[in-house]
């Protein structure tokens, strides 16, 4: 076993269905996490501070960049978004997998600083049901969903850079197979060198 934990980063188009697809995952295993970013949005109906994001004034975002405390943060349709890096970092280091839910330019970030992430690609079964599932949640106006489905198409581009993808066709069926990549990232020998050495040691006549 590795004693740190996995760091899973998943991104998607908007309206992919990645909060649903993380929620649920959550839900079924014991040992993850989903680390709370910080935004300068406004909260949605039915959304809590400190549960689906740290709402805060653009001020004290600026004061998180210049104290470094970001993993990563980036501007996503005219917001700043940012992933608190400390409590990730101690939840890896308790042994949690835990799970960014990000943009692809956090996600690039992360790709050059924490390589040994694992990061996954959700997109939706088709370009109508993306559509379908935007205006469905009912969150968007005219002007912000055509701004989101233009954005769609330039972010499923960036997929070729990430690890895997999965087709986010059913919610559980997209977490059995999150759930797969997460048991096989885990048996990775770049993850198990210490199994290895000690294995070795005591064999050693
Ligand atoms: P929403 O406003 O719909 O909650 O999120 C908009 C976009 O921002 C989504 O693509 C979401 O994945 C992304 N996002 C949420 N938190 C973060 C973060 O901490 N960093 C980055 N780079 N993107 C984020």
């Known amino acids: 076993m590795s004693q740190h934990g996995l760091l899973i980063v998943i991104s998607g188009p908007s309206g992919v269905g990645k909060g649903t697809v993380c929620q649920a995952l959550l839900k079924q295993k014991a040992d993850l996490v989903v680390s709370v970013s910080k935004t300068t ?66 996600a690039l970030q992360v790709m050059q600083t924490y390589p040994q992430g694992v990061f996954i690609f959700l997109l939706p079964p088709s370009g109508a049901e993306l559509r379908n599932r935007i205006v469905k949640r009912g ?6 969903l055509k701004k989101r489905l233009a954005a769609a198409k330039s972010e499923v581009e960036l997929a070729y850079k990430y690890q895997y993808v999965i087709v986010n066709d059913r919610v559980e069926a997209a977490c059995e197979r999150i759930s797969a990549i997460i048991k096989a990232e885990k048996m990775r020998v770049m993850r198990n060198q210490e199994l290895i050495k000690a294995l070795v040691e005591e064999v050693k006549e």
Do not use: W
């Open 41 to 106: 949005r406004q909260p949605r109906a039915g959304e809590k501070d400190g549960v689906n994001y740290f709402f805060v004034t653009p001020e004290e975002f600026q004061q998180s960049i210049a104290d470094g405390d970001f993993l990563e943060y980036a501007c996503v349709y005219d917001h700043y978004y940012g992933t608190p890096r400390r409590a990730v970092e101690k939840m890896l280091a308790a042994g949690r997998d835990v799970i960014l839910e990000i943009d692809t330019q956090g």
């Open 139 to 144: 969150t968007e106006t005219q002007e912000t």
